[in-house]
């Protein structure tokens, strides 16, 4: 079946360092791949997404590429911001569902 | 694009009380829709999901169930609530093909 597997977290850092959140996948086919963000008390967002081989996904200074020969598709930032400090989780679909690793908390200090 | 209503926000139920939690959709029609449970620091847990009015696929047996009376209403419930049936709820709706879930906000339920 479906599996995606996150680096384990607290990942801490210092304002303005660079961000990288591992995540790769076991799956049949070429799934569409996911970034969601969690801030305290709140729902997830989507961040980004790839919906093909070597796509790049972007949103607000984020990045991930879906490297289908790695099956990977981990997350980067350039520069961090304390308000980029929440739990971050990778996902791939399914047919009719998405399929979640288990999260990575982003802890950023100024 | 999707908005999803999920509430109470907050709940604070006893030991064996009921439980109804209730979300809808706007600015789709025929969606799927889905119940997760993301207990205190872990991930997120499927309930229940759905692809039509009284369609409910199980993921995982317990004291929970799903129903889905009107095509963009989706309400979880309970008989009589457990300790171990506090959490955060989250209510989902598939966006389309190649795109990922919209969630809803989420609701807090502590059983007490």
């Known amino acids: 079946g479906n599996s995606v597997t996150q680096m384990e977290g607290p990942v801490t850092l210092s304002e303005e360092a660079f961000l990288t959140i591992n995540c790769t996948y076991t799956?049949?086919?070429?799934?569409?791949l996911f970034w969601y963000v969690q801030y305290p008390g709140e729902g997830l967002q989507l961040l980004l997404k790839?919906?093909?081989?070597?796509d790049k996904g972007s949103n607000k200074g984020f990045e991930a590429t879906y490297r289908k020969e790695t099956t990977s598709f981990h997350l980067e930032k350039g520069s961090v911001q304390v308000s980029d400090s929440a739990v971050y989780f990778c996902?791939?679909?399914?047919?009719?569902?998405?399929?979640f690793g288990k999260g990575t908390m982003l802890l950023v200090s100024p | 694009s999707q908005t999803i209503h999920q509430w109470p926000a907050t709940l604070v139920q006893p030991v064996g009380s009921p439980l109804s939690l209730e979300c809808t959709v706007e600015g789709t029609s025929n969606p799927n829709l889905y119940w997760y449970r993301q207990a205190a620091g872990r991930g997120l847990q499927l309930l229940f999901y759905s692809v039509g009015i009284g369609q409910i696929s199980s993921e995982v047996p317990q004291n929970l169930s799903a129903s889905r009376p009107q095509d963009r209403q989706f309400i979880l419930s309970s008989k009589k609530l457990l300790l171990s049936d506090s959490g955060f709820y989250l209510c989902a709706c598939l966006a389309g093909p190649n795109y990922g879930y919209t969630f809803g906000s989420g609701t807090r339920l502590t059983v007490v």
């Open positions: 799956a049949t086919g070429y799934p569409s």
């Open positions: 790839a919906t093909k081989a070597d």
């Open positions: 996902a791939l679909r399914g047919y009719s569902t998405l399929t």
